[in-house]
């Protein structure tokens, strides 16, 4: 059985970082307002104890982690050759569970000329942008910084990996 070469994983997210935290800013208005509603009072000047413990309370965990629905990997199929795979919840492990079943697709593809950095770090960015159009049909986002491929050497990252699987 020979071993898998992932190169790269990628988070899919809900929304952008930027509509997450204004749809958190959105609900601690609400929140507030409708508080000061029974409280009859401003939120500013309650008790600042009382505040702190209705902010944390109100606490939406950091986006990068907290907000994803999938995950994307790019894996060297062959010496010339990537694919895409997307890990995305399609339906249930069971009836009765909550819990989101992750199913793997292989759905996207491209080659590279053999031990070019170049050429492997487009191929990744061709991959990565495959897989973001399908994705954007959901109405999702996956998270491609373009600064960090152009600064992995995969190369190296191959040779390593090769001589890990060897052992």
């Excluded at 401003?42 to 986006?63: E, I, K």
């Excluded at 009836?95 to 031990?115: I, V, W």
């Excluded at 191929?123 to 998270?143: C, D, G, H, M, P």
Aim: net charge neutral.
């Amino acid at each position: 059985m020979s071993k898998r070469r992932i190169l790269l994983t990628l988070l899919i997210h809900r929304r952008t970082r930027d509509k997450y935290y204004r749809e958190h800013e959105s609900y601690v208005v609400k929140q507030k307002a409708w508080l000061e509603g029974i409280r009859q009072e401003p939120f500013d000047s309650m008790p600042l104890d009382r505040q702190t413990y209705y902010v944390d309370t109100w606490f939406w965990p950091p986006w990068r982690f907290n907000d994803i629905v999938g995950f994307a990997e790019i894996e060297l199929e062959t010496s010339t050759e990537l694919i895409g795979h997307l890990y995305l919840p399609e339906g249930r492990i069971t009836r009765t569970t909550k819990k989101p079943l992750f199913l793997n697709f292989a759905c996207a593809s491209t080659q590279f000329e053999k031990d070019n950095l170049q050429s492997l770090r487009m191929a990744i960015l061709e991959i990565a942008q495959q897989l973001k159009s399908i994705v954007k049909e959901r109405k999702w986002i996956l998270e491609v910084r373009q600064e960090l491929i152009n600064h992995v050497d995969f190369l190296a990252m191959i040779k390593e990996i090769d001589e890990i699987n060897e052992k």
